[in-house]
Nanobody
C-alpha cells in the first residue's frame, strides 16, 4: 500500500524556518521524482520544488528560490523541504508528490498534506 506521510508543518513567525519531511512506503522510492506542492486558501495547488530520482537535479518556483531547499535520502525513502526566511505568503498546506513517467504511462502519488502557517 502506497503511503506518503508529511510532517514538520506548524506555526512559525515571519523570518523563521521549518523543515518538512515526507516518508514514503509501498513503492520503489528511488525510481520516482519527488516534488513539494502547496495550496493556499482560495488558490490553486502550485509546484514549489522538485528533485530528480537520484537527487542530482532540482527545480524551484521563483517565489521560493534562495529560501527553500529540496533534498532526498533514498536510503531512508524520505524527501525534505528546508524552508528559511518564511513569509506570510508561504502559508499553505504543503503536499508531497511522487511521480514516475515511463513511455507515456504515469504514476502519481500524493500525501495528505501538512499545514504551514507563517504569522506573527
Amino acid at each position: 500500500q502506497v503511503q506518503l506521510v508529511e510532517s514538520g508543518g506548524g506555526l512559525v513567525q515571519p523570518g523563521g524556518s521549518l523543515r518538512l519531511s515526507c516518508a514514503a512506503s509501498g513503492f520503489t522510492f528511488s525510481m520516482y521524482a519527488m516534488s513539494w506542492y502547496r495550496q493556499a486558501p482560495g488558490k490553486e495547488r502550485e509546484s514549489v520544488a522538485n528533485i530528480s530520482r537520484g537527487g542530482g537535479s532540482t527545480n524551484y518556483a521563483d517565489s521560493v528560490k534562495g529560501r527553500f531547499t529540496i533534498s532526498r535520502d533514498n536510503a531512508k525513502n524520505t524527501v525534505y523541504l528546508q524552508m528559511i526566511t518564511l513569509k506570510p505568503e508561504d502559508t499553505a498546506v504543503y503536499y508531497c508528490n511522487a511521480r514516475r513517467v515511463v513511455f507515456g504511462s504515469r504514476w502519481d502519488y500524493w500525501g495528505q498534506g501538512t499545514q504551514v502557517t507563517v504569522s506573527s
